[in-house]
């Protein structure tokens, strides 16, 4: 029997049935199908790929991260139950980054690693001055402990700026989607240029892959991690993700539930990780695995 590959999965999202009765019938689309984390670990043992560390998401469309808890509970049943298949599995978690839900009693979980602001699509002009930064949000910054980080999830690259611009400078932050889903516009987007210089000159910034929501083609999506790369670090680069169960369309309306799978996923990164490593000549595995340890550490 061969020897399974290991891999990180840096952004997943578990989730159950009973999740998703909680908010079914107030979404204007329809819900996506559950997302167990058994079935997800089954998947890819199966598959011959051995998950050892995984950051369970918040998930947007949920109102708390109690799936994110409930995952943790689960994970350690399966380990209790099965150690040989599960031992080797740890599990993290992002929850959500609401200043009245962000305790300090749930940030104290010692798996839970930062907390995640949801944007979306949101315009720039939406992001009002100290509007993260001002009251409940100083108090939420300061209960972060020095291994956590905050998450940002918007699809313009301004409102990422917009909204990083606000954070303090000593708390470690992780952009999604390689900064900016439109990859229309190119690197060379201005806001895009403004993100990665504030993120290379606060140092504790690092972008997130996979990188499929900035772009399907590995080598477009490559292009802006080797802007990344280039601009603020190698070791500031987050590629070895999945993002399952894929949820949403790309820019032509196909679902990306359509084109990956987890295991897709993964040779999708691993494409992108090697059009990047043959720009810059740093080796494919540090790319995909360089900065994991920031979800440990």
């Not at 409940?136 to 209960?143: E, G, P, V």
Request: aromatic share 8%; proline share 7%; with cysteine.
């Amino acid at each position: 029997m061969l020897p399974l590959i290991e891999r990180t999965d840096s952004h997943v999202h578990f989730f159950t049935s009973k999740d998703l009765r909680r908010v079914a019938g107030s979404l204007p689309y329809a819900l996506p199908e559950p997302h167990p984390l058994t079935a997800y670990l089954d998947e890819l043992i199966n598959a011959g790929i051995a998950p050892r560390l995984l950051n369970n998401v918040h998930l947007s469309i949920l109102p708390d991260s109690e799936n994110v808890f409930a995952a943790f509970e689960e994970l350690k049943n399966l380990q209790a139950n099965n150690p040989q298949r599960y031992g080797g599995v740890t599990l993290v978690g992002t929850i959500k980054a609401e200043p009245a839900y962000a305790t300090q009693e749930r940030l104290s979980h010692p798996q839970v690693v930062g907390a995640r602001i949801v944007l979306h699509d949101a315009p720039p002009q939406t992001v009002s001055d100290g509007q993260f930064s001002e009251g409940q949000w100083s108090a939420f910054y300061r209960r972060l402990r020095p291994h956590q980080h905050l998450h940002i999830y918007a699809k313009e690259a301004e409102t990422n700026l917009r909204v990083l611009r606000q954070i303090p400078r000593d708390v470690r932050v992780i952009i999604d989607h390689l900064g900016s889903c439109h990859s229309e516009r190119g690197v060379s987007e201005p806001a895009y240029i403004a993100l990665l210089a504030e993120a290379a000159a606060r140092g504790n910034v690092w972008f997130k892959g996979p990188g499929y929501r900035t772009c399907v083609d590995p080598e477009e999506a490559g292009r802006f991690v080797t802007q990344i790369v280039r601009e603020v670090g190698a070791d500031k680069i987050l590629l070895e993700a999945t993002d399952a169960p894929h949820v949403g369309t790309d820019n032509k309306g196909i679902a990306y539930s359509a084109l990956f799978n987890p295991s897709k996923v993964f040779n999708f990164v691993d494409a992108v990780a090697l059009h990047v490593s043959q720009q810059t000549r740093i080796p494919v595995g540090q790319l995909l695995r360089g900065a994991s340890g920031q979800l440990e550490s």
